[in-house]
């Protein structure tokens, strides 16, 4: 199995600052039909997860454009250019380039 | 709108099992892939299944393989989780989610439903 590794697994910040959280895979997420398999969700408090970026750097329909997937082969990072209140909860990254699908240990964001 | 819901969720015992319904509405079923994914309580996700868009083709954690079978009715616009052999490492809130797209790759899931909770204990 391809393992998830997030970090930092904690993450205050101030409202109006950056943030960036990083994901390392065991092997790379490139396949080969040219699409690189990384996800980023956020599960908000009391909340299901949401997707808010596939294929390392593509939002879906809604998310803020605060948010930015980067990254290749096994080295991924979410950027929030300037984080607010509403961004609060759990990140996870997930590979999906082979079963079975996994997840990263999550990153609790949470306001200073 | 896309709506996902889940049910089914019970109190069971060791050894036990269980039907985990997901009714969908709001897009056209039977072109998306679906999955499954749970979470303990207060703990990280974990990925469960994922069946493609015509039924034929799902893959399994190795945690629930053998043991658990998804399935899907694209005329009734429900995907199911039959669980069997249930343990205490089973019990968890169990969330199905839409694929962006129809073929059975374990991710890009782009609508979740609220979640129904599996308590597997004597």
């Known amino acids: 199995d391809i393992l998830m590794t997030q970090s930092p697994l904690s993450l205050p910040v101030t409202p109006g600052e950056p943030a960036s959280i990083s994901c390392r895979s065991s092997q790379s997420l490139l396949a080969g039909n040219g699409n690189t398999y990384l996800d980023w969700y956020l599960q908000k408090p009391g909340q299901s997860p949401q997707l808010l970026i596939y294929?390392?750097?593509n939002r879906t329909s809604g998310v803020p454009d605060r948010f930015s997937g980067s990254g290749s082969g096994t080295d991924f990072t979410l950027k929030i250019t300037r984080v607010e209140a509403e961004d609060v909860g759990f990140y996870y990254c997930?590979?999906?380039?082979?079963?079975?699908?996994?997840f990263g240990q999550g990153t609790k964001l949470e306001i200073k | 709108e896309v709506k996902l819901l889940e049910s089914g969720g019970d109190l069971e015992q060791p050894g036990g099992s269980l039907r985990l319904s997901c009714a969908a509405s709001g897009f056209i079923f039977s072109t998306y892939a679906m999955g499954w994914v749970r979470q303990v309580p207060g703990k990280g996700l974990e990925w469960v299944s994922v069946i493609s868009g015509g039924g034929d083709a799902t893959y399994y954690a190795d945690s629930v393989k053998g043991r658990f079978t998804t399935s899907r009715d694209n005329s009734k616009n429900t995907l199911f989780l039959q669980m069997n052999s249930l343990t205490v490492d089973d019990t968890a809130i169990y969330y199905c989610?839409?694929?962006?797209?129809?073929?059975?790759?374990?991710?890009?899931?782009?609508?979740w439903g609220p979640g129904t909770l599996v308590t597997v204990s004597s």
């Open positions: 989610a839409k694929r962006i797209f129809g073929a059975a790759v374990p991710g890009q899931f782009d609508y």
């Open positions: 997930m590979q999906g380039l082979q079963a079975p699908g996994t």
């Open positions: 294929f390392v750097s």
